[in-house]
C-alpha cells in the first residue's frame, strides 16, 4: 500500500504521524508526507523519517486570518491543493490519513477530489474545524475520547508502554509545560520547590526555552537542585522516572504519561482554541485517571493535597484503560478499507 499522512503545525499532529509512518513501515507499506512549511513540520520530519519521501507546502491557518489575510491564506492553500493532487498522482496513493492541523487540508481535500479514501484522526476531544468539516467525507473518523470511534486508544511510541509501572510512592515530580513551556507551571514549581526538597522529593522540570533562564537563576537561589531541561526529545526516560506530573494537557503529552501510568495533575493552557485542552483534561479525570485544575486556582495547596492521595489507584487504573499497537490498528484498518 502506498499511503500518504497529512497534517502537522503542532508536536501532538506530528507526533501521530509519525507514530503511523513508523507502524505502516512496519508492515511493509510506503508513506510519503505533505505537510507545512509553516509550524514544526520540517523540524519533525525534513530530516531521518521514515517516509519515503516529505513535502512542505505554503500553507498558513485560515480561521485565525483577518480580511485581506484571509484570502491570501485561501489562495495559499488552493495552489498547495493543486500541488497536493500532482504528488498524490505522482506516487500512486491509494489512501490518506490525515492528522489534523491547518496543513492537512490541501492533501485532504485533493485526496477527496480524486477519490482517493480519506481517514481521519482527531487528537483532541473537541473536533478541530477542518476534521469536523471533512468528517462526513471521510472513510473513518478515529478518536480517543469517541465510544462510538472504530478504533479505541490514542497513538503512541511503544516506549511510553514499555517503561510504564505502577507508582505508589512520591519520590520524584515532573513539571511539564510543553514545547514552549508554560509560565504558570513553572512558578508553580518554584513555589513547591523547597518543600519538596525538605520531603526529599527530587523536581524534574522541563521549562522552555523562554523561561530557562529565569527559572535557573531562581532554583539557585531557592538553593534547590532540579534536574532543569529548557527543551529535551528524552521525554520518555524522564516521564519514566517520575511517580507524579504537572503537565498541561495538550493531546500527546496527556496520552503518553497515560501509557506511562503516570499520574497527573493536568493544568489546560487557557488560551487553546475551543479550550480543548481543558475538554481533554475533564475526560482523565471523568475517568478518575488524573486530576485537572484551572490556572487562577490555588494550584500549589491542590498539588500539595496530591501528596497524600491514592497514587496506587491511579496508576493501576490507568495501565488498565491504556491501550497498545493503536497506530498499527490504525494501518491494518486502512488495508482492510482498501481491500473491501
Known amino acids: 500500500m502506498k499511503l500518504c499522512i497529512t497534517g502537522g503545525g503542532t508536536g501532538g499532529h506530528l507526533m501521530i504521524a509519525q507514530s503511523l509512518v513508523e507502524a505502516a ?4 507499506h510506503e508513506a510519503i508526507f505533505i505537510g ?4 514544526q513540520d520540517r523540524k519533525y520530519f525534513e530530516e531521518h523519517s521514515a517516509f519515503s519521501h516529505v513535502y512542505f507546502l505554503e500553507t498558513t491557518g485560515v480561521v485565525n486570518q483577518r480580511g485581506s489575510g484571509k484570502l491570501k491564506a485561501l489562495w495559499r492553500v488552493f495552489r498547495a491543493f493543486l500541488a497536493s493532487r500532482a504528488l498524490l498522482k505522482k506516487h500512486h496513493i491509494e489512501a490518506t490519513y490525515s492528522v489534523g492541523g491547518f496543513s492537512a487540508a490541501p492533501a485532504s481535500l485533493a ?7 480519506l481517514f481521519i484522526h482527531e487528537q483532541n476531544a473537541v473536533e478541530g474545524r477542518l476534521n469536523s468539516l471533512l468528517k462526513p467525507f471521510a472513510k473513518r473518523f478515529i478518536s480517543a475520547y469517541d465510544a462510538t470511534s472504530p478504533i479505541q486508544g490514542y497513538p503512541l511510541r511503544d516506549v511510553f508502554f514499555e517503561t510504564a509501572r505502577v507508582r505508589s510512592k512520591i519520590q ?36 522552555g526555552e523562554r523561561d530557562f533562564e529565569r527559572v535557573k537563576k531562581a532554583y539557585e537561589e531557592l538553593g534547590v537542585e532540579a534536574e532543569l531541561y529548557a527543551f529535551t526529545k528524552e521525554m520518555p526516560s524522564l516521564m519514566a522516572k517520575a511517580d507524579l506530573a504537572v503537565s498541561r494537557s495538550g493531546a500527546s503529552t496527556l496520552w503518553e504519561l497515560c501509557a506511562n501510568a503516570l499520574p497527573a495533575l493536568f493544568i ?3 488560551h487553546a482554541a475551543a479550550d480543548h485542552q481543558y475538554h481533554n483534561a475533564k475526560f482523565i479525570v471523568a475517568h478518575d485517571l488524573g486530576w485537572c485544575e484551572r490556572e487562577g486556582g490555588d494550584l500549589r495547596a491542590v498539588l500539595l493535597s496530591l501528596l497524600e492521595q491514592d497514587l496506587e489507584k491511579k496508576s493501576k487504573a490507568l495501565v488498565a484503560y491504556s491501550v497498545k499497537d493503536v497506530a498499527h490498528e490504525m ?3 486502512v488495508v482492510k478499507v482498501l481491500d473491501a
Open 172 to 207: 520524584s515530580v515532573i513539571f511539564l509545560g510543553g514545547s514552549q513551556g508554560a509560565k504558570a507551571i513553572n512558578d508553580l514549581a518554584l513555589s513547591v520547590a523547597k518543600e519538596f526538597q525538605e520531603r526529599g522529593i527530587h523536581i524534574i522540570h522541563q521549562a
Open 36 to 39: 507545512s512549511k509553516s509550524g
Open 268 to 270: 489546560p493552557f487557557p
Open 111 to 117: 485526496s477527496l477530489s480524486r477519490g482517493i479514501p
Open 25 to 28: 513501515v512496519s508492515e511493509g
Open 331 to 333: 494501518i491494518l484498518d
